[in-house]
């Protein structure tokens, strides 16, 4: 019978979410699209938390800005642990900069290659080393090689820079995957547009009421003339 794991894995460092407020807004948003994108299925998008890679040794972790994993039950985590979950994530993303850029192309870069992770992406919001802001490294072969096409296999979504933060795009259907802001927007406007079909469908019912009363009348006044014509 095999020994329970009595080693501590902390959940927090104390250290600073993210570097600036674009950042953090960058990797909140790209979380809440992507945990949209995947409710329902047998997966989990996690932000800002530890992964930890080699069971006993809580010194070697990561903690990805965000996460996607596939084939593991749903819902969040304090921690993410490789051995315990059965999956390494399919997806990383990391918001990058100037600061961590040495960090961000070189130590993880090489850490989630040898994890056998399927892609990286490398998010620059302010464009200060990023050629283009955004660059993807799909492994094939062991080795990660530059995405070209801006296309995320594993999540079958197409990606582009728009603004500060990263647009995802359905494959199959072209549609964007909206961000908070722009799903209340389109919530208020089908909310309104629910109330206009409603407030229409109100006023043909009143017109036809109305049109059914008059019918009414018409028929009441032709019988009542009817009863007072003489008899021929």
Request: net charge negative; charged share 30%.
């Amino acid at each position: 019978m095999a020994r329970p794991d009595l080693t501590h894995y902390p959940s927090s460092d104390g250290e600073p979410v993210a570097e600036t407020f674009v950042h953090l807004y960058a990797m909140l948003v790209t979380l809440e699209v992507l945990r949209q994108y995947v409710e329902g299925q047998r997966a989990t998008v996690l932000a800002n938390q530890f992964l930890y890679y080699s069971q006993g040794m809580p010194k070697l972790r990561v903690a990805p800005d965000v996460m996607v994993i596939f084939d593991v039950e749903p819902g969040g985590r304090d921690t993410y642990k490789v051995w315990e979950e059965g999956q390494v994530p399919s997806v990383i993303f990391e918001m990058t900069s100037a600061g961590t850029q040495d960090q961000d192309k070189s130590f993880k870069k090489t850490l989630y290659e040898q994890m056998g992770v399927a892609e990286y992406w490398l998010f620059d919001p302010r464009g200060e080393w990023v050629e283009d802001r955004l660059q993807g490294y799909r492994l094939a072969h062991d080795c990660y090689y530059p995405i070209a096409d801006g296309r995320s296999e594993p999540l079958q979504l197409r990606l582009q820079v728009e603004g500060n933060l990263i647009g995802f795009y359905r494959e199959d259907t072209g549609e964007k995957l909206l961000i908070p802001g722009e799903l209340a927007q389109a919530l208020r406007q089908e909310s309104l547009a629910r109330q206009q079909a409603e407030q229409r469908a109100e006023q043909e019912r009143h017109r036809a009421e109305q049109a059914e009363a008059r019918l009414a009348e018409l028929q009441a006044r032709l019988q009542v003339r009817g009863l007072e014509r003489p008899d021929a």
